[in-house]
């Protein structure tokens, strides 16, 4: 029997790099000091295992010339700013920890996403193998 208590991983991308064009200063680090408490509270109770926030900078690699560009770009609603990854019990935990961002209130968006065990498209390869395996028998 296992009793070992097992959680799920989730990733919680911050969508939107502007989110603090139209605050003073002091509004942006009340900001800051509630994230900061936000993801420090999180990491004492054993909920956050990591989190960073991404530079405006980058390069986008692309088809298969491996063309690179410039991106992601700053301007962008949709650039990803940064994440924290969870381990807590469920989607709707990571969901109710999502509703708690600070930057909400500023036009920020957050994507909650499941961490899959393994690459989707090597569990489709396997799953069709299996499939092929039980038509042959």
Same mark, same amino acid.
């Given at each position: #029997? /296992?009793?070992?208590?097992?959680?799920?991983?989730? $990733?919680?991308?911050?969508?939107?790099?502007? +989110?603090?064009? %139209?605050?003073?200063?002091? %509004?942006?680090?009340?900001?800051? /000091?509630? +994230?900061? &408490?936000?993801? =420090? *509270? $999180?990491?004492?109770?054993?909920?956050?295992?990591?989190?960073? @926030? $991404?530079?405006?900078?980058?390069?986008?690699?692309?088809?298969?010339? *491996?063309?690179? &560009?410039?991106? @992601?770009?700053?301007?962008?609603?949709? &650039?990803?700013?940064?994440?924290?990854?969870? =381990?807590?019990?469920?989607?709707?935990?990571?969901?109710?920890?999502?509703?708690? !961002? @600070?930057? $909400?209130?500023?036009?920020?968006?957050?994507?909650? *996403? @499941?961490?899959?065990?393994? !690459? #989707?498209?090597?569990? *489709?390869? #396997?799953?069709?193998?299996?499939?092929?395996?039980?038509?042959?028998?």
């Amino acid at each position: #029997m /296992n009793t070992q208590n097992t959680k799920d991983q989730y $990733l919680l991308l911050f969508r939107g790099t502007r +989110w603090d064009k %139209e605050l003073s200063p002091e %509004e942006i680090q009340s900001v800051v /000091n509630k +994230w900061a &408490a936000w993801f =420090e *509270r $999180l990491t004492k109770e054993g909920k956050a295992k990591a989190g960073q @926030p $991404l530079k405006d900078e980058g390069k986008v690699v692309s088809g298969k010339k *491996r063309t690179v &560009a410039d991106g @992601p770009f700053a301007e962008s609603k949709e &650039a990803i700013g940064g994440y924290f990854l969870l =381990e807590v019990d469920s989607i709707d935990e990571a969901v109710a920890i999502a509703k708690e !961002c @600070p930057g $909400l209130d500023y036009g920020l968006n957050v994507e909650v *996403r @499941p961490v899959a065990d393994q !690459c #989707m498209v090597r569990q *489709r390869a #396997m799953d069709r193998e299996a499939g092929q395996e039980l038509a042959a028998v």
